[in-house]
């Protein structure tokens, strides 16, 4: 059964630095989320992507987040100049349909800012 | 926005009991109801869901209820097992452009041999 991966498991890195977390989508999918989990807290909703746009985000994502297919298969989220509160876990998702469709998920990006 | 409420935030079983999770939603529009299982260290699994027109749905052990009128539905396992115990996350749907997702605060089931 096909599923969404996700790289890296762990990244550390310092306040101020730019990550980039990558996320490869099962292949007939054509919806994708990021999501974000702060330890001990609720799944919150950052972005939705669409035909290599996006389609809504949350007041989470601000301009230092930006989300890109470059390839057709591979999903990315970049936070520029990481701080501290975004240490969290990372989900990417994805689904085939935009309504009422079963949203899958990976199995996450734990980040981590010192 | 939507707003997804969940309760209990803890529930502890033995094996065997029933264990019943409750969400409540505040926007009338939402049509899809998804359950999810959370396993430490891993994403969230889907369960169970439900959409707007069916009121019951059933999948071996676990079954989801819905009540549009009240706006809440429920997670309900039988027979629970230790391999059952994890974090749920009910979420539901938005009605503002595609389709995201606004989970409940989780629960997390301990299910004692």
């Known amino acids: 059964e096909p599923e969404v991966t996700q790289t890296p498991s762990h990244q550390v890195t310092q306040m101020g630095q730019e990550v980039i977390l990558r996320c490869v989508p099962i292949?007939?999918?054509?919806?994708f989320y990021w999501y974000r989990q702060i330890l001990g807290q609720k799944v919150e909703f950052l972005v939705s992507?669409?035909?290599?746009?996006?389609?809504?985000k949350s007041e989470i994502f601000d301009d230092q987040f930006s989300v890109e297919r470059p390839d057709g298969s591979n999903f990315t989220l970049k936070i520029r100049s990481t701080k501290l509160e975004d240490s969290a876990m990372y989900f990417c998702?994805?689904?085939?349909?935009?309504?009422?469709?079963?949203?899958?998920f990976g199995p996450g990006t734990r980040l981590l800012v010192l | 926005g939507e707003n997804v409420e969940q309760h209990p935030s803890t529930l502890s079983v033995q094996e065997g009991d029933s264990a019943v999770i409750k969400c409540t939603y505040s926007?009338?529009?939402?049509?899809?109801f998804p359950w999810y299982k959370q396993e430490l260290g891993k994403g969230p699994q889907l369960i169970i869901d439900?959409?707007?027109?069916?009121g019951e749905k059933k999948d071996q052990r676990i079954a989801v209820t819905l009540n549009k009128t009240a706006k809440h539905f429920s997670l309900h396992i039988t027979e629970t097992q230790p391999e059952d115990s994890a974090v749920y996350f009910c979420?539901?749907?938005?009605?503002?452009?595609?389709?995201?997702?606004?989970f409940g605060t989780g629960t997390r089931l301990l299910v004692s041999p």
């Open positions: 998702a994805g689904g085939r349909g935009a309504y009422q469709e079963t949203q899958y």
């Open positions: 292949s007939n999918h054509l919806y």
């Open positions: 992507f669409y035909n290599n746009e996006i389609s809504e």
């Open positions: 926007d009338s529009a939402s049509n899809y």
């Open positions: 439900i959409r707007s027109n069916v």
């Open positions: 979420a539901a749907d938005t009605t503002t452009g595609f389709q995201k997702l606004v």
